[in-house]
């Protein structure tokens, strides 16, 4: 499955999730742990960009 399709795909589980219901926040924590299982300390990275941008600060990436 290509990126494009992986990022639809989440986008549609997504979707249908209320994050207000205790359900729908059990939903975000298991696409979580899924992602970080497929990608271990991607979702601590982030995490971290989030609350950099929060702060104002913004996030680079040396290639």
């Known amino acids: 499955m290509r990126d494009a399709e ?3 795909s989440l986008a ?3 979707e249908g999730l ?3 219901s205790a359900d ?3 939903g975000v924590m ?3 742990r899924e992602i ?3 990608a ?3 979702v601590e990275r982030m995490s971290a960009s989030l609350q950099l941008r929060r702060l ?5 990436v040396a290639h």
């Not at 104002?56 to 680079?60: A, D, N, P, V």
Request: no cysteine; glycine share 12%; hydrophobic share 45%.
């Open 36 to 38: 970080e299982a497929a």
């Open 24 to 26: 729908g926040r059990a």
């Open 56 to 60: 104002g600060l913004r996030t680079s």
């Open 18 to 20: 209320e994050l207000d």
């Open 40 to 42: 271990p300390g991607s």
């Open 30 to 32: 298991a696409i979580l």
């Open 6 to 8: 992986k990022a639809a």
């Open 12 to 14: 549609r589980l997504l």
